[in-house]
């Protein structure tokens, strides 16, 4: 059913809407298919035909480079989800359509498991479809609720975080087990069948949900405040702000003419390893904070032409919008779980002689990524049910900012004991891979902290008619994570960075495990400062 934002909910104050279980079911799918391939693409990559080209010592870097442009990927079509759902179909009709084309893309991978044109489509297929859905089946869920059953909202969105890491868990645990045994073309096609259930879970519930209006002809939106802000003059004012965005604008330009003519003809003061993927990041970040600042420097013009709510709406996303920026020093630690300790397990020792190893099940070092799900599973009833209650009764407030900024900390923590592994492998001993569990604890706490907490405190902050799109941001927090890894990689290929790598007598691998704990305690640092004059707000539906 369709329904305008302040209509009466169907539900009951005490009652869960009807309709979660099933997107609950669709994500718990989804999820699995995604972690399925995603959890195997770096392992896959690295001993496949279709790096073959290259040398044996460069396939693994490869590898890494191949999955974080992925992931950038994939958490940069969520601006694109949003803005459709937002503007033109809803979230019901966007989500459905791209979830096609995501079962699209799985059904590539497994068929062209041979041919990289064929692979990589598929590749860019299944960031599109998931990228796309990303942000809005988030909202989707939020949708369900409004002031009378929000008390609610909290223990679904725990409940949705919950199955995707009971999907993660699995699929973890399993797909490399299927890629060993049977193939990547059944590896990969489980993740596509199970996508495939997933869209049909979320087509039955069709007739149940309650979906918002898209505001395709709001004239109070995000960008039309933003703009005439921008543009309208003021009496004895100058335009500061514009210029601002302008030059935002100008230098985002000049970063993707400098990659097109260095791609053409060559550029010898342009880094070799800009790229266009690393080049299009840069200039979307160059606009989204130019802009941003430019726009909140003049905001106030918008008064008069647009009304004061819309206005103080444009205000709050900015102000999420560096919330989400703090984060992204957590994403480029987190995402790397799957890529650098992948690579780093596959030079420890499996320790089949310790009585606790499940060594019927656990043979490879990619497997130790079901750590991360299953310890969401438990940290979450723990973290509402003893920490959070616990803290409350010593008279501290675990607030959503507070543990986000937390969740950051702890994430450095979690790589400064993977530096200390990796001085030990560098050191020539034998580690064993259960040394690993220690960071992975340490980075799933922070995960729940930040990740699980992000949910409700994304839906609460964003004005109705831009929670779609104020989601896709958050998400593209995610792209700007990978995209330090990426300007790390291409920075250490420098001479200069590596004589100073050499110089510390770390290996580049411990070196860079420490910088990016370093850059994760930095962010925590910041975050906590913001956080302390951050204005709350509360967005739910109103009845």
């Not at 790397?336 to 490879?364: C, E, Y």
């Not at 959503?400 to 990796?422: C, V, Y």
Request: glycine share 10%; hydrophobic share 55%; with cysteine.
């Amino acid at each position: 059913m369709t329904i305008p934002a302040t209509a009466a909910p169907a539900e009951s104050s005490s009652r869960l809407p009807r309709q979660i279980p099933y997107i609950i079911g669709n994500e718990g799918c989804e999820r699995f298919s995604f972690y399925g391939m995603r959890n195997i693409l770096v392992q896959f990559l690295a001993s496949s035909v279709l790096l073959a080209y290259l040398p044996e010592a460069e396939r693994a870097g490869m590898a890494k480079e191949v999955f974080h442009t992925f992931v950038i990927g994939v958490y940069f079509f969520p601006l694109l989800g949003g803005w459709l759902a937002d503007r033109f179909f809803g979230k019901y009709r966007t989500v459905l359509w791209f979830s096609l084309i995501y079962c699209a893309g799985h059904a590539c991978l497994a068929l062209f498991e041979n041919h990289r044109t064929g692979f990589y489509t598929g590749l860019f297929l299944i960031a599109l479809g998931s990228g796309g859905i990303k942000p809005l089946v988030v909202s989707f869920v939020g949708d369900q609720f409004d002031q009378t059953n929000k008390h609610l909202a909290r223990k679904v969105f725990d409940a949705f975080y919950w199955i995707i890491n009971f999907g993660s868990f699995f699929a973890s645990l399993l797909m490399p087990i299927f890629l060993r045994e049977l193939g990547p073309a059944v590896a990969f096609g489980i993740p596509g069948a199970l996508m495939f259930i997933a869209t049909f879970i979320f087509w039955l519930g069709r007739g149940q949900y309650v979906n918002v209006p898209p505001a395709s002809s709001d004239p109070d939106s995000f960008l039309h405040v933003a703009r005439t802000a921008l543009m309208k003059q003021a009496p004895g004012q100058g335009r500061g702000g514009y210029l601002v965005a302008m030059a935002g604008f100008a230098l985002a330009v000049g970063l993707l003419l400098g990659w097109a003519v260095h791609a053409t003809v060559g550029l010898s003061w342009w880094p070799e390893s800009f790229g266009f993927v690393i080049s299009a990041c840069l200039a979307l970040g160059v606009i989204i904070a130019f802009g941003g600042i430019g726009t909140s420097m003049q905001l106030d013009r918008a008064r008069g032409t647009h009304p004061d709510a819309a206005v103080d709406g444009v205000r709050a996303v900015l102000r999420i919008l560096i919330v989400f920026a703090l984060t992204t020093p957590f994403w480029s630690l987190f995402d790397q779980k799957a890529s650098t300790w992948v690579l780093q397990g596959n030079q420890m020792a499996m320790p089949h002689d310790a009585w606790w190893w499940p060594s019927f099940i656990v043979r490879d070092a990619a497997q130790m990524q079901a750590l991360n799900p299953a310890l969401v599973m438990l940290l979450i009833p723990f973290n509402n049910l003893v920490l959070y209650p616990a803290l409350q009764r010593m008279g501290f407030s675990p607030t959503p900012l507070r543990r986000m900024g937390a969740g950051i900390a702890f994430s450095g923590a979690a790589w400064i004991i993977a530096g200390i592994l990796q001085l030990w492998i560098d050191g020539g001993d034998p580690v064993s891979l259960a040394w690993q569990i220690l960071p992975y604890a340490l980075l799933t706490l922070g995960e729940v902290l930040v990740s699980a907490t992000a949910l409700e405190f994304a839906y609460s902050q964003a004005p109705q008619a831009m929670k779609g799109v104020i989601m896709a941001f958050w998400y593209l927090a995610s792209t700007f994570g990978s995209l330090w890894v990426l300007l790390t990689n291409a920075g250490v290929r420098n001479e200069a960075v590596m004589s100073h790598i050499d110089a510390t007598g770390l290996s580049e691998n411990a070196f860079l495990m420490f910088f990016f704990a370093g850059f994760a305690f930095l962010a925590a640092a910041a975050f906590a400062l913001y956080a302390r004059r951050y204005p709350m707000q509360d967005n739910y539906r109103r009845t």
